[in-house]
């Protein structure tokens, strides 16, 4: 789908909204968090993630001399601040980009050019918030069947060398059996993983997932809440010992309104960690934690 010019500036003027409204805290969409009660936030952005053997036959395995990183950085494709010292970070790092805005194609190709893992940032209806700040293509609850399955298989088509997806928004989606379920076969179709970014502790990605047979993979800690390179350096220490404790850590940060401060930030942790952390693509963890493999079953325009 091509966006005309007026168009993108128009969703552009609404990411900006968004992003003014969430540094005065009255909402906090901009950076992907629309957690359904405000009142479970703090454990829904340190959950356990669902690494274990007992959620599932998944033939999980965790390697002692490893200790691993996945960094995600969530709303590129919008030309957001922090995407370019982003894609200059020294790591494999993984870039979740938006489909159908003005720098989708730019942004993949530069992260697949640079050796990172790219992946679809599908926005998906939050249980509160405005539908527009979504941006086109949104995966919304009065979608029916078809509708979810042509709007997903559009957005993998729309981001160039995607090998996975994970949710923008989307608390309201993701507990919806009905949408996720279409949401994740087309994605295994595709050859694609789905990172739950667990914006609902009542997801039901996990489950859906270990019973169609693919990773449960989840986010364990958000870096940048909080637009200050204080609590960003706080909750990269908790990603760290996270790391350091269960051997590996999925965290998801953010371009725009903090991504100045988190890529900042970002540089200075892979500096001060390295030699303790070993920083990988999510399609890493993906392959050798839970040994999965693309087996697509449907032919994909990606490259």
Known sequence: MK???SYQYVISAFFALALLLQSSGDIAIATGLDIADPKTATDIRTLPARHTPENGNMNVQ??????????IIDDAGNDMKGTSEILATPVKLTLAVMPFLQTTKK??????EKGMDVIVHMPMEPNKGRPEWLGPGAITANLTDEEVRERVEKAIDEVPYAVGMNNHMGSKITSDKRIMSIVLDVCRE???????SRTNFRSVVGELAIAKNMPPVG???????????????KQMDLAAKRALDKDMCVVIGHVGHTGLNTSAVVHESVSR???QIEFVGISDLVRDVWHWQAEPKLPTDNK
Do not use: P, T, W
Not at 107 to 112: G, K, L, M, Y
Not at 191 to 196: M, N, P, S
């Open 3 to 5: 966006e005309k010019k």
């Open 62 to 71: 965790s390697s002692a001399q490893h200790k691993r990183m996945a960094i």
């Open 107 to 112: 942004d993949a190709i530069a992260a697949h």
């Open 190 to 196: 595709r050859g694609l993983f789905f990172v739950d």
């Open 219 to 233: 986010n364990d800690i958000f870096l940048d809440d909080h637009n200050s390179k204080q609590q960003i350096r």
């Open 273 to 275: 960690l390295k030699g």
